[in-house]
């Protein structure tokens, strides 16, 4: 009999829960999609899809793991260049290459040197042919996650390189978020043409229901949908969320050593809520939200909630994001309507322009800070959710 954590797998591919989809506009699979792209010589593939959607478990499903060569684009920093992050994930020397086709020019050139310009120009084409070369004998894909991570002028060059590459047949796929859509690759004029798009949908409610019905059956359990619905909800979209609070729901119940088992009520849900949030990490994230920019010695002004106590502007918008019903993109005007709801009644509550002021600010002080702390993004009047554990550490994280 299979264990819990054989069936429910947060951070690697779930081989018992892999869910096919498609999206509701096109009705084949991502699967046969991403297939037809990569049967597709001299085209790159852009994928783009919400955070923790799948993307990445999509590539592994059809690429497979042994051709696979990822990096992440915060891996291009600009130190070095393309080909050279690339020849040391693949553990290919660059150097000996050079050496062996001087040592070949040396013989017929009869010593004649070439100028520094002209060595290194030649070096990094040797070094990019020979890229090229290794992973076209060994069938293998460039797989670059989360491009949005590269700075944009790396981005530029990434798909300047990526242009002649395609050509050469060196198969690779761009992974992105949206509303951080590559467009260094799909607004492209000279990649017009040659791409493969493959837009991936959030989940919804029955996908990633079908997580918990197929796992808990694998483990001799039958779940109720309305259960299954619940935690659903709770899994903003995420798979990988619905793995993690799948597992940690199988070790409350103690399932692998009681098969005769059921979840009694609501409150187990919770419980295994509140053990995925243990996991995760934004206290540091949420304090910095909740301070806000300096007030230069002035206090802000309070406003009086629903429960009684008191919450600044800051306190307010993040209590906003966290309640029921959870969202990953929120309109200003609903943001509006879930600060109204949250300040008492008869209390004096923040204006629209308020709100967007405050979001505003929100939105420089996660620009200003690490990867850890893009979490969401406030753009054309929206807030967009990118990291969906954020929100979920939001509603059941101990704060």
């Known amino acids: 009999m299979l264990k819990a954590n054989e069936v429910f797998i947060p951070g690697a591919f779930p081989t018992h829960t892999y869910v096919t989809r498609s999206s509701h506009t096109l009705p084949i699979s991502y699967e046969l999609r991403l297939t037809q792209a990569l049967s597709t010589t001299g085209y790159l593939t852009s994928i783009i899809g919400p955070s923790k959607t799948g993307k990445t478990v999509l590539c592994e499903r059809v690429v497979g793991f042994q051709r696979m060569i990822s990096l992440s684009g915060a891996d291009f920093k600009g130190s070095e260049d393309f080909w050279s992050t690339i020849a040391k994930k693949v553990g290919i020397s660059l150097e000996s290459g050079l050496i062996d086709e001087k040592s070949k020019e040396g013989k017929i050139s009869s010593g004649l040197q070439e100028s520094r310009t002209t060595s290194l120009t030649e070096f990094y084409r040797l070094g990019k042919d020979k890229i090229i070369d290794f992973f076209n004998q060994n069938d293998l894909v460039l797989v670059l996650d989360d ?74 359990m039958e779940i109720d949908m309305s259960y299954a619905k619940s935690m659903a909800v709770e899994s903003l979209a995420s798979p990988q969320l619905m793995q993690a609070i799948c597992l940690n729901l199988s070790l409350i119940l103690d399932i692998d050593n009681n098969k005769d088992i059921t979840i009694e009520g609501q ?84 204006t629209m322009q308020k709100i967007k002021e405050t979001l505003s600010q929100v939105q420089a002080i996660l620009q200003s800070n690490e990867t850890i702390y893009q979490v969401l993004e406030y753009k054309d009047d929206t807030v967009y959710i990118l990291e969906p554990l954020f929100l979920f550490y939001l509603r059941w994280g101990v704060q």
């Not at 409150?267 to 007030?295: D, H, M």
């Not at 966290?322 to 200003?332: E, N, Q």
């Open 267 to 350: 409150q187990q849900l919770i419980n295994a809520y509140r053990l995925t949030s243990s996991n995760l990490s934004y206290e540091e994230v949420i304090r910095k939200l909740k301070l806000g920019p300096s007030t230069r010695g002035n206090k802000r002004k309070a406003y009086v909630l629903a429960e009684g106590n008191e919450a600044d502007i800051y306190e307010l918008v993040l209590k906003s994001l966290a309640i029921d019903p959870p969202s990953i993109s929120i309109s200003l005007e609903n943001m509006k309507k879930r600060v109204d709801e949250l300040v008492d009644s008869q209390s004096e509550k923040p």
């Open 147 to 220: 491009f949005h991570y590269a700075p944009e002028a790396i981005q530029l060059e990434m798909a300047h390189q990526l242009k002649d590459a395609i050509r050469q047949r060196f198969t690779t796929i761009v992974i992105s978020l949206p509303f951080r859509a590559d467009d260094a690759i799909r607004k492209n004029p000279d990649l017009s043409g040659r791409l493969s798009l493959i837009n991936i949908e959030p989940w919804n409610q029955d996908e990633l229901s079908e997580i918990a019905i197929t796992g808990f059956k694998e483990l001799g």
